[in-house]
């Protein structure tokens, strides 16, 4: 199985802030790879897909990269409504594992 | 309209069975590859389980649940099963049904309905 390692788990950051989050994987997905955001009670919520397409809908502020087995999500000019939990997942292969999560938290 | 909605989970003894349902609305089910992801308290989201689009239906399962879930969808109703035997205290999660697009990305998700397996 493919292994998803993301970091880091947490992170405090201030609206207007500029995050960046990592996704590692054990072996090579190629491009095969979303963000979701999820936040409290709440369905996961597609950001990106294949490394770097943006899900109609998503603020031009996220951005995504990266391919074979490192992978990062940015948040440019970070609004309240980012703070949230963030995911990353590869699709090469099943099973199509998750990270662990990174938490976004305001500081 | 919720175009995902997840029903039938609940509390259930371990050892026991329960069959989720996701019934679809405002797209056409049967062209899309569907697939159940499960978050535990407190914790991440693991995926599950997938089923593909079209005639040929190939299902695929996460080792934990292995030989315990059935993935299912009946296109004529545009709903989606999960059928779970010998449930044990570590599936207890919310369970979510997602349309997924290519390469099965999760596009579209359900509310999640809880499962709780304890005694």
């Known amino acids: 199985d493919i292994q998803m390692t993301q970091s880091p788990s947490s992170v405090s950051a201030s609206v207007g802030d500029r995050v960046t989050i990592t996704c590692r994987a054990s072996?090579?997905?190629?491009?095969?790879l979303a963000w979701f955001q999820q936040k409290p009670g709440k369905a996961p919520k597609l950001l990106i897909y294949s490394a770097s397409t943006f899900q109609s809908g998503v603020p031009s502020r996220f951005s995504g990269s990266g391919s074979g087995t490192d992978f990062t999500l940015t948040i440019n000019n970070l609004q309240p409504e980012d703070f949230a939990t963030y995911y990353c997942?590869?699709?090469?292969?099943?099973?199509?594992?998750f990270g662990q999560g990174t938490k976004l938290e305001i500081k | 309209e919720v175009p995902l909605l997840e029903s039938g989970g609940g509390l259930v003894q371990p050892g026991g069975s329960l069959r989720l349902s996701c019934v679809a609305s405002?797209?056409?089910?049967?062209?899309?590859?569907m697939t159940w992801v499960r978050q535990a308290p407190g914790k991440g989201l693991e995926w599950v389980s997938t089923?593909?689009?079209?005639?040929?239906?190939?299902?695929y399962y996460a080792d934990a649940v292995k030989g315990r879930f059935t993935i299912s969808r009946d296109n004529s109703e545009n709903t989606l099963y999960l059928q779970m035997s010998s449930l044990r205290a570590e599936d207890t999660a919310v369970y979510y049904c997602a349309r997924t697009i290519v390469k099965y990305y999760g596009d579209l998700w359900g509310l999640g309905t809880l499962v709780t397996v304890s005694s």
């Open positions: 997942q590869q699709t090469d292969s099943f099973p199509h594992t």
């Open positions: 072996h090579d997905i190629s491009t095969w």
């Open positions: 089923i593909t689009s079209g005639g040929g239906r190939a299902t």
């Open positions: 405002g797209f056409t089910f049967s062209s899309w590859a």
